[in-house]
């Protein structure tokens, strides 16, 4: 008998800030010239339809730079292949055709860079306001760090390399409080046992009494979304709740650079939405559209 999961996309109401960064190369000399904004445009329109929403692109003769906001169903890959192949399907009709080199890169970009996600999971059990310093001292042991997982290397392929980091927050159903060290640890171990079968790789990991916060690096075959319901449903299994987690969950994305980098390096085209980011060096025209982020359930809402 096949086990239905406890947990689907259509049950969920995710809060989230996806932000992905696609360079991509010429396989000849240069680049053609820039597109006008006729193309770009059109360009975003069919974007949208993989939910994928352009904010902010950079061209020049050697490279090319899109960051977009994307919905948690899309994976590293799949952003990646749509942006190549609709740019380079648009440009061959312009008749200004243009081969991109198997060589891209992906990152993804948020609000804060690895190091400060990394520090915030790392200190969950010491900041956590408690009545009692030792019930603070207990829950250390539920925070793992790993520092031989890098989330500063990308993973490499043939096709290129991917920079995925994802924070993850889940909640426990009705912020109820898991007190004692077999069900704490059961959360600990399990999570770290989902990563290894998922090939997903953790590098901070905080169990709280009713959340837990991962810092993953993600199969780039694998969507945010299909990340979060990895850990849902598999440890929610572990313990046998059908009803462990709220129906919902925070995931982010983040990167060795931050949101502000490519700002102070260069100036900003003036844009609806001011949450922009990408690798540097150089500066990024915006687009006039607000990123995907459900109204109104920031990652602090989840929390509440």
């Not at 790789?201 to 075959?221: F, K, N, Q, Y």
């Amino acid at each position: 008998m096949t086990l239905q999961p406890f947990y689907t996309p259509q049950d969920l109401k995710p809060a989230y800030q996806l932000r992905y960064n696609w360079t991509g190369w010429p396989s000849t000399p240069t680049m053609p010239p820039e597109p006008d904004e006729a193309l770009i445009s059109s360009l975003s329109e069919q974007w949208e339809t993989d939910g994928i929403r352009l904010l902010e692109h950079r061209w020049s003769s050697d490279e090319v730079h899109i960051l977009a906001s994307v919905k948690p169903s899309v994976a590293p890959i799949v952003f990646s292949a749509r942006i190549k192949g609709r740019l380079q399907h648009a440009l061959r009709k312009c008749e200004t055709p243009v081969k991109f080199s198997r060589k891209l890169a992906m990152r993804t970009v948020g609000a804060t860079k690895t190091d400060t996600v990394e520090r915030y999971i790392e200190n969950q059990a010491v900041n956590e306001p408690l009545a009692d310093p030792r019930f603070n001292e207990f829950l250390k042991q539920f925070t793992v760090v790993q520092k031989a997982v890098d989330l500063t290397t990308p993973t490499k392929t043939s096709s290129g390399r991917y920079w995925y980091n994802l924070h993850l927050v889940l909640v426990i159903r009705d912020r109820f409080r898991l007190t004692g060290s077999q069900r704490l640890g059961a959360l600990r171990d399990g999570a770290l046992r989902v990563a290894e079968h998922k090939e997903h790789h953790i590098s901070r990991l905080s169990v709280m009494p009713d959340h837990m916060h991962l810092a993953v690096r993600g199969h780039i075959e694998t969507s945010p979304e299909s990340i979060a319901l990895d850990f849902m449903n598999n440890l929610a299994f572990l313990l046998r709740q059908e009803a462990l987690w709220q129906p919902s969950y925070y995931i982010g994305t983040f990167g060795v650079y931050d949101m502000g980098a490519v700002r102070r390096v260069g100036p900003i085209a003036p844009q609806a939405d001011s949450r922009a980011g990408a690798s540097p060096p150089g500066s990024l025209k915006g687009v006039s559209v607000q990123a995907y982020s459900p109204a109104g359930r920031a990652r602090r809402g989840l929390l509440e």
